[in-house]
C-alpha cells in the first residue's frame, strides 16, 4: 500500500465534507482478483476534483492534486499497510545515529522522458522546492534538513540557495543530514513532496506543472482543465508496484452525488466516496463491490487552551466532557456508521497503533462524567461551544456532541458555526476560538509520531489550540532522539498513554472509506490514506 | 439612434467600475485569506506565505490593489492570475465561458421557441381547455424547484428509459446538454408563456387586429405579422434579462449536472477568497447584462416604429 497523504487539511475539509454518513460494518475491500478475463492494456476512470495547484511534487498539498502526482512520481519509500517501509526508488536508506541517513538509488530508473534518476535528481528537487522563492506550499517539509534555515529563513533575505544537509555522493548515493536525530525520518520520504525531478523541469516549472514529467509507475498524457486528466502506463518502470492497468482517467466531478450516478450508469469506474445522500443505499446498490474499510483519520474537538475558559483547567474536567460523549449512538446514528469511535488519540491502521490506548475516558458515563467535571471545579461559565465550519457537513454531529454533553452532565453546549472552512481557519489562526473547535488529522505518514507530535507538542505545526506542557515536551523529545525506530514508536505509544492526563484534545472517532467501484474493474484496495491504489486495478475484458 | 447607442455605451462606464469596485471591495471584507487557505490546518513556510501575498499584491491597501487591477484588465486585457493554480484567470475564463454560453444558449433557444409557441397557441384560445392546460403546466415548472425537477428528469430519461445520459462529462456534447439546458430553461420557459398568453390574447381584441381581419388578410399573416409584432415587446424585455440571469444563475443547475461552467467557478471563487478571478467572472457578466439590455431597447423600436431614439 501507498501511504503518506497530502493535504491534510484539504483532504479532512473533503473527508468531513463528503463522508458523512453510511452503513457500519466493518469488512475488507481487497477487491478480490475474480476470474474474469483482464485486459492488462484496459485503462480504467476515477472520480477526482479539478486539482488547485499545478502539478508540482512539492505544490500539490490536497488531495485532487496528490492523487495524480502519486500515479506519476514514485520516491525512495512507501509502505505497506502495517505501516511498513518498502523501498521504492532506493536501494537502501542507512543510518547509524538517525541523523544523518545515507540513500543508495536503484539503478535502471528513468524519468518518462528517458533520463536516468540520479541523486543528483533528488537533491536539485529538494533544494529547489525548498527555497521560498519558488513558492511551493509544501516546502516546510525540507525543514528537518540542516541548512533550511538559511535557503528559508522566516524574516529576511535567504542567505543560500542549497541546504548543507544534503550532499550527493556519486550518481546513485546521498546522503541527508538532519539538525536533529529522528528515527523515523525515512517514513517522511514516502511523501510526494520528495519525489525526483528531471533536469528539464527548471527550464520551466510553470510549464511542467501542466505537463509533469516523473518517475512514477505512469506518465503524464493530456490535461483537459475541468474535464479530466489522462495517464497512460509507463513501461519503462522499475518500482515493484508496476501498473496492472493499460492507464487512468482521472475524470472530473464537482460533487459527489453526480458521480455515484455515473458509476451506477457506467460513465466511471472507481470512486473515492461516497456522498451521504446515497450512503443508505450504496450497499445494496453496489453490492459486494461496494467498500467500507478504516482509513488513518481521526475527528476531535479541542479547547482553544489561550481563552480564559480553559487557561488553567483541570484535566478532569475535559476527562469528563470527553466521558458525556456517548461516541457508540452518535456515530451509528448521525453518521450513519461511517465513523468508528475513538478509542485514543492515534489512528488506526499506522506503526504503533494500540486499541483503548485511553481506556475508559473514551467510555460514555453520566455518572462519573458529572463526577469529574465536579472534581475538576466545573466547566467555567458552565457553558462551552462547538465551532466548525457550515460548509463541512459537521453541524449535524456538533449538536448531536452537544446534547450529548448536555443530557449527561448539564453543562450547556452550543455550535459556533463559521460560515465556511476560510472563516474558521481564520478564527484559529487569530486565536479567537471562543471555547473549543472541531478539528481533525489525516497521516502524513504511518507512524504514531505523526498523531502525537505534529498535534501536541508546544511549537508543532499541527497546534492550533496553544496546548503546551512540558512534560510532553521533554517525552516528545526523548521519543526522537531514541535509538531506534522500535524504540521511538514504544515511546510514543507512552506518550499517548499519558496524554489522558493531560487532555490536549478530546479524540470523537475514527474515519471510513465508504466507497464503491463499477463492475467493468476488479482488485480495487484503497490505502490507508483513503485513496483508491491505481496500480493494482486491473481491467475486465 | 448611433447618439443613443453611443450614449447608452458611455453610461456603462459608471456601471462597469461600480460593480468590480463593489465586488473587490466584498470579497476583501470576507474574513480569510486566499493564500493563507492554500495552507490550510498546518500552515506554511512564512517565508513562502509573504512571497505569494506579495506575488499577488495582496500585501497593498484595497484601493490600490484595485487600481492595479483595473489598470492591468483595461489596457492589457490581463485579468490577473487565479491564486490556487496560479494560472491567468483569462485562461480560467476561456474554459468556463464557452460551457455556459453552450448551456444557455440551449437553454435560451429552448425557452425562445418552447416558451412563444406555448404563450402563442394558449393566447389565441384564451379560455379554453388548451389554456387551461398550458396555464397548469406552466405554473408547475415555476412552483417546482430546479433540484426538484433536475432529480425527476434524471431518475426517468436516465436510469429508467436510460435515454440520456445522466450527466455531462464532455460539454461540447449537445446530447448530454439537453437535460440541464431544459431544466435551466423551465422557470424562465413558464414566464415567457404567460407574458406571451397575456399579451397575445390581449392584442387580439386590438382595433388594429380587427382592421386587418377587416381587410381580409390571411389569418397567417394577421397572428404572424400584425399580432406578434405588438405583442413581443413585454416578451423581449424579459428575454433580455433573462439571458444575464441564465449566464450567472446557473449554479444549481451546473451542480447537478457536474457542468464545470461559470457557476461552479463562481462559487469556488468565493469560497477560496479569489477576488481576482470573482471580478473577472463578473465583469463580464455584467458586460453580458449590460448589452443584453442595449439589444433589447433597439430590438424595441424594431417591433414598434411609434418608439424612436434619439
Not at chain 1, 23 to 46: I, L, N, Q, R, T
Not at chain 1, 110 to 119: I, L
Not at chain 1, 409 to 432: E, H, I, P
Amino acid at each position: 500500500m501507498r501511504g503518506a497523504k497530502s493535504a491534510k487539511w484539504v483532504a479532512i475539509a473533503a473527508v468531513v465534507a463528503l463522508g458523512a454518513t453510511a452503513c457500519g460494518g466493518g469488512g475488507g475491500d481487497k477487491g478480490s482478483d475474480s476470474k474474469a478475463a483482464v485486459d492488462p492494456a484496459g485503462k480504467f476512470s476515477v472520480e477526482v476534483g479539478e486539482p488547485q495547484n499545478p502539478l508540482q511534487p512539492a505544490n500539490t498539498m490536497e488531495s485532487n492534486g496528490s492523487i495524480v502526482i502519486k500515479s506519476l512520481f514514485s520516491q525512495l519509500v512507501s509502505y505497506d499497510d502495517k505501516g511498513n517501509i518498502v523501498y521504492v526508488n532506493a536501494q537502501s536508506v542507512d543510518t547509524k545515529d538517525n541523523k544523518t541517513f545515507t540513500v543508495k538509488l536503484k539503478s535502471g530508473w528513468k524519468f518518462h522522458d528517458g533520463t536516468p534518476v540520479t541523486a543528483t535528481s533528488y537533491v536539485k528537487a529538494w533544494n529547489w522546492a525548498a527555497a521560498p522563492a519558488n513558492k511551493q506550499t509544501n516546502s516546510f517539509w525540507f525543514s528537518d534538513i540542516a541548512g533550511y534555515d538559511d535557503v528559508a529563513p522566516a524574516k529576511g533575505k535567504p542567505k543560500a540557495t542549497t541546504m548543507s544537509g544534503l550532499k550527493v555522493v556519486d550518481d546513485s548515493t546521498f546522503t541527508i543530514t538532519l539538525t536533529k536525530a529522528i528515527p523515523y525520518y525515512v517514513y517522511k520520504l514516502g511523501y510526494e513532496v520528495f519525489s525526483p525531478l528531471p533536469e528539464s523541469f527548471y527550464k520551466d516549472p510553470k510549464a511542467a506543472g501542466e505537463h509533469p514529467i516523473g518517475n512514477g509507475p505512469y506518465k503524464f498524457v493530456s490535461w483537459a482543465h475541468k474535464k479530466q486528466i489522462e495517464v497512460a502506463k509507463f513501461d519503462g518502470y522499475q518500482g515493484p508496484d508496476k501498473a496492472k492497468n493499460g492507464g487512468v482517467l482521472f475524470k472530473n466531478y464537482t460533487n459527489l452525488e453526480t458521480a455515484y450516478e455515473d458509476l451506477k450508469s457506467g460513465n466511471v469506474d472507481v470512486l473515492r466516496q461516497i456522498a451521504p445522500k446515497d450512503l443508505p443505499v450504496y450497499k445494496s446498490d453496489l453490492g459486494s463491490r461496494a467498500v467500507d474499510k478504516a482509513y488513518s483519520a481521526i475527528q476531535t474537538i479541542a479547547p482553544a487552551f489561550y481563552t480564559k475558559q480553559w487557561k488553567n483547567i483541570d484535566p478532569k474536567v475535559l476527562q469528563g466532557l470527553s466521558m458525556a460523549i456517548d461516541r457508540a449512538t452518535i456515530t451509528k446514528t448521525v453518521l450513519q456508521g461511517t465513523r468508528e469511535p475513538a478509542t485514543g488519540w492515534v489512528a488506526k491502521g499506522v506503526l504503533g497503533y494500540e486499541p483503548n490506548a485511553g481506556g475508559d475516558v473514551f467510555t460514555y458515563n453520566p455518572t462519573k462524567a458529572k463526577q469529574l467535571i465536579k472534581d475538576g471545579g466545573g466547566v467555567p461559565g458552565n457553558a462551552i461551544t462547538i465551532q466548525y465550519n457550515a460548509d463541512g457537513g459537521h453541524k449535524e454531529w456538533v449538536e448531536a456532541v452537544c446534547n450529548s454533553i448536555t443530557n449527561a452532565t448539564g453543562v450547556k453546549c452550543a455550535g459556533d458555526s463559521k460560515a465556511d472552512f476560510q472563516a474558521d481557519l481564520n478564527a484559529r489562526d487569530a486565536q479567537q476560538v471562543k471555547s473549543m473547535y472541531r478539528s481533525g488529522w489525516v497521516l502524513d505518514f504511518p507512524m504514531n509520531a505523526n498523531f502525537i507530535r505534529d498535534l501536541y507538542g508546544s511549537k508543532s505545526d499541527g497546534n492550533q489550540s496553544g496546548f503546551s506542557n512540558k512534560k510532553i515536551d521533554a517525552d516528545i523529545a526523548a521519543a526522537d532522539t531514541a535509538s531506534s525506530l522500535a524504540d521511538s514508536e514504544k515511546k510514543y505509544q507512552d506518550i499517548e498513554k499519558e496524554l489522558v492526563n493531560y487532555m490536549p484534545s478530546i479524540p470523537l472517532w475514527y474515519y471510513k472509506v465508504n466507497a464503491g467501484y463499477s463492475d467493468k474493474v476488479t482488485g480495487v484496495a484503497y490505502a490507508q490514506d483513503g485513496d483508491p491504489i491505481l496500480t493494482g486495478v486491473q481491467v475486465k475484458k | 439612434m448611433g447618439r443613443y447607442v453611443a450614449r447608452r455605451l458611455l453610461q456603462m462606464i459608471p456601471v462597469f467600475i461600480g460593480t468590480t469596485l463593489l465586488i473587490f471591495l466584498m470579497v476583501y471584507a470576507l474574513p480569510g485569506d486566499p493564500v493563507r487557505g492554500l495552507f490550510g490546518d498546518k500552515g506554511g513556510s512564512p517565508a513562502v506565505i509573504a512571497s505569494l501575498r506579495h506575488q499577488y499584491g495582496l500585501d497593498q491597501p484595497i484601493l490600490v490593489q484595485y487600481y492595479h487591477y483595473m489598470k492591468d484588465m483595461i489596457l492589457h486585457f490581463d485579468f490577473g492570475t487565479q491564486i490556487a493554480s496560479g494560472r491567468p484567470v483569462t485562461d480560467v475564463l476561456g474554459e468556463a465561458f464557452p460551457v455556459t454560453l453552450r448551456l444557455g444558449g440551449l437553454a435560451f433557444a429552448i425557452e425562445l421557441v418552447l416558451g412563444m409557441a406555448l404563450g402563442i397557441w394558449a393566447g389565441l384560445r384564451a379560455g379554453r381547455f388548451a389554456d387551461n392546460a398550458i396555464l397548469l403546466v406552466s405554473l408547475l415548472l415555476i412552483s417546482v424547484p430546479v433540484f426538484v425537477l433536475g432529480f425527476i428528469l434524471k431518475v426517468v430519461f436516465a436510469f429508467q428509459l436510460n435515454w440520456l445520459p445522466p450527466n455531462v462529462n464532455d460539454s461540447t456534447n449537445f446530447n448530454e446538454l439537453l437535460m440541464p439546458a431544459f431544466v435551466l430553461a423551465t422557470a424562465s420557459l413558464a414566464y415567457v408563456t404567460r407574458l406571451t398568453r397575456t399579451s397575445v390574447a390581449e392584442n387580439l381584441r386590438a382595433d388594429y387586429i380587427r382592421t386587418a381581419v377587416a381587410k381580409g388578410l390571411p389569418r397567417r399573416r394577421v397572428v404572424g405579422v400584425h399580432l406578434m409584432r405588438n405583442s413581443l415587446i413585454p416578451v423581449i424585455t424579459y428575454l433580455g434579462t433573462d439571458i444575464g440571469a441564465l449566464m450567472g444563475g446557473a449554479v444549481v443547475t451546473e451542480g447537478l449536472f457536474n457542468i464545470q461552467g461559470i457557476g461552479g467557478t463562481i462559487y469556488q471563487s468565493i469560497v477560496r477568497r479569489e477576488g481576482t478571478t470573482l471580478v473577472g467572472l463578473v465583469t463580464i457578466l455584467v458586460l453580458v447584462y449590460l448589452l443584453a439590455s442595449l439589444l433589447v431597447d433597439l430590438l424595441y423600436a424594431v417591433l414598434d416604429p411609434r418608439i424612436r431614439y434619439a
